[in-house]
């Protein structure tokens, strides 16, 4: 497992990949900053669009795009010609795609807190740090999802797939029906521990896309397997 993640590191070291992880939080912070800096709520309503869009449509693109280089270099002909086990390869890929989430994730909660210093916003860090780490748990199961969809896809299918399921998911989140949506799990569990509020359907949410996450991994490795 740590020579293919030492592979997927390699293979992305000179691509945008390694630059869209630290500029896509960016990019995110920049653009809410600009419609949200004279709310005073600016810190919650940039924290809360991060669980259900910029983290999701992150995401996307990172492993969309690795793909895609993938797919134009050798369509994974050197993977699946190898002794590789393809299971463990694609568990492999997976993972590396988790820690590029949650590098994102740290990035985007520092710019976010020197935003709330900037503004001087109220809310508490801790609660801060402890509502990103579980915006991050809850978007595991994105990984795997994208992992599947943009290999028998395409970039811009996928791509479409993740914002329409983001708009929906902005829709949804006033209704009793957001609690089944899985892109809305982000934005309940920040609604409810940015205000310091661990209550247990909050945890649930976790352990929901702990679990999502595992079954899509088995599901996306067993796919590429079979391919």
């Not at 630290?22 to 919650?44: E, G, R």
């Not at 369509?75 to 890929?93: A, H, M, N, W």
């Not at 990035?107 to 801790?126: G, H, K, M, P, T």
């Not at 089944?180 to 799990?185: N, Q, V």
Request: charged share 10%.
């Amino acid at each position: 497992m740590t020579n293919i993640l030492k592979v997927e590191f390699l293979k992305n070291k000179h691509t945008i990949i390694r630059l869209l992880i630290w500029l896509l939080p960016l990019i995110a912070i920049l653009m809410m900053t600009a419609v949200f800096w004279d709310n005073q709520y600016s810190v919650q309503l940039m924290m809360g669009q991060w669980s259900y869009f910029w983290l999701n449509m992150s995401i996307a693109l990172v492993i969309g795009i690795s793909t895609y280089y993938q797919n134009q270099a050798t369509k994974f002909k050197e993977i699946l010609t190898s002794p590789q086990d393809l299971f463990t390869y694609e568990v492999g890929r997976i993972i590396h795609g988790i820690l590029q989430a949650a590098l994102m994730s740290v990035i985007f909660l520092a710019l976010v807190i020197c935003v709330r210093f900037i503004f001087s916003s109220s809310e508490e860090i801790v609660w801060m740090l402890c509502s990103g780490i579980g915006i991050f748990l809850t978007s595991i199961w994105l990984v795997p999802f994208y992992s599947w969809l943009f290999r028998i896809t395409n970039l811009y299918f996928a791509l479409g797939i993740g914002f329409l399921s983001s708009i929906l998911a902005m829709f949804l989140s006033r209704t009793s029906w957001s609690i089944w949506w899985p892109f809305d799990w982000g934005m309940l569990l920040n609604n409810m521990w940015l205000k310091g509020d661990f209550v247990l359907g909050s945890w649930s949410l976790i352990i929901c896309s702990l679990i999502l996450g595992f079954i899509l991994s088995v599901f996306s490795a067993y796919s590429f397997k079979k391919q």
